[in-house]
């Protein structure tokens, strides 16, 4: 009779082998090789649950019909969640998407919130657009062309150089943060794919102020943008009111302040949005118990002309 020992060994070796199959991610392109996970803090899954399930407005605002936070003008745009509005994205399945930012109000770039449902999976952007994917709530998987897969969770990040093909895949509800512009070519410089976390990146010196920043791009000249992550306690404020020709586009993450665009002073909170044209005065303050987090697009490394 087969000693226990014996048993032991075979089965352990099965069960091995079979958790070995099950560790391939498999993707309607075929099997993905070397599928990585991009880490993201312990508690994942609670950071910015203010973006995807926001506080629709005031308490004793909410049954106030036609009520809105949200405000246009030529320099500046406040967009709150109660004013969004989700449609299928086009060339992306079972996906919705509600545009925040585009050049209809004079942007160079769109920025858009993608809300992925089960079995969902992305379009590529028109020829000659770079993208860049932030990941706010869920899990979902970046392929490139070569077939290699990579597994974003939230707080991660992904940089797509123009005609890049790819595609990212959402097994279970997930939404993203997505910035796209037509990108300015420089002769001799080429972009390069990045994916990573943002706790990955390392803490910057910020001469004058006291909040934090990280940028999640290089800043070489490849590079005609960037996304910041500045975080500020309560209380923080910038010292610099700031007024430059850099356009930026904002997602509040985490916390509430006032911010100020032009001469309008507003309350903002996390779920918010903001478009800030060229030469803005633009001016923030943390209030609140809870530190605040935002999430900053900014141009750079063009010549204004």
Request: net charge negative; aromatic share 12%; glycine share 6%.
């Amino acid at each position: 009779m087969q000693s226990f020992s014996a048993f032991f060994a075979k089965s352990f070796l099965l069960l091995s082998t079979i958790f070995g199959f099950l560790s391939i991610a498999v993707t309607e392109e075929g099997f993905c090789i070397a599928p990585s996970i991009i880490e993201s803090n312990s508690n994942a899954e609670t950071l910015y649950s203010k973006v995807t399930n926001p506080t629709l407005s005031p308490t004793h605002l909410q049954d106030l019909p036609g009520f809105t936070r949200s405000v246009y003008k030529n320099d500046h745009a406040l967009i709150t969640p109660e004013s969004h509005v989700f449609s299928p994205l086009p060339e992306w399945s079972n996906t919705l998407g509600a545009y925040l930012v585009s050049p209809a109000m004079g942007a160079h770039f769109v920025m858009y919130i993608a809300k992925m449902q089960e079995s969902s999976k992305s379009g590529l952007p028109p020829k000659h657009v770079e993208r860049f994917v932030f990941v706010v709530q869920g899990l979902v998987t970046l392929t490139n062309v070569s077939g290699i897969c990579q597994t974003l969770m939230v707080d991660s990040f992904a940089y797509l150089p123009p005609n890049s093909k790819h595609h990212f895949e959402s097994y279970e509800s997930s939404t993203l943060v997505v910035f796209e512009r037509r990108y300015a070519y420089l002769e001799d410089h080429i972009p390069e794919p990045i994916v990573g976390s943002t706790n990955q990146q390392p803490l910057l010196d910020t001469p004058g102020e006291v909040f934090q920043l990280r940028k999640l791009l290089p800043t070489s000249l490849p590079y005609d943008f960037n996304i910041h992550i500045m975080d500020f306690q309560p209380g923080e404020f910038l010292n610099v009111k700031e007024v430059h020709y850099n356009q930026h586009g904002l997602l509040l993450l985490e916390g509430q302040g006032i911010y100020r665009l032009g001469d309008s002073w507003y309350p903002v909170e996390a779920g918010d949005a903001i478009w800030m044209a060229p030469f803005v005065p633009q001016w923030y303050a943390a209030l609140g118990k809870i530190p605040t987090r935002y999430l900053l697009y900014k141009d750079v490394n063009r010549n204004p002309l």
